[in-house]
C-alpha cells in the first residue's frame, strides 16, 4: 500500500466510526512502511485494506 493509499483508508476508517489518530498512518507508515496492503479486483480498485506493521520497531526507534 502506499503511503496515499493509507491516507485513504485511513479518511475510510474514519467514516466507519473508527477512531484514528490524527498522527497515526505517519508514524505507523514510517515505522514500517512494508507493513501495509490493499487488496485490489482488477488492478485498480481497492476492495480490503490492512495492516501488519511491526511495533517492535517502533519501540527500538523511539522509546528504547
Not at 515505522?31 to 480498485?45: A, I, S, W
Request: overall charge negative; cysteine-free.
Amino acid at each position: 500500500m502506499t503511503r496515499d493509499e493509507l491516507d485513504i483508508a485511513a479518511l475510510w476508517a474514519k467514516a466507519e466510526g473508527w477512531n484514528p489518530g490524527r498522527y497515526d498512518t505517519e508514524a505507523f507508515y514510517n515505522t514500517d512502511p512494508k507493513g501495509f496492503f490493499v487488496g485490489e479486483l482488477d488492478g485498480k480498485n481497492a476492495y480490503v485494506q490492512f495492516s501488519a506493521a511491526t511495533f517492535q520497531s517502533y519501540l527500538r526507534n523511539h522509546l528504547l
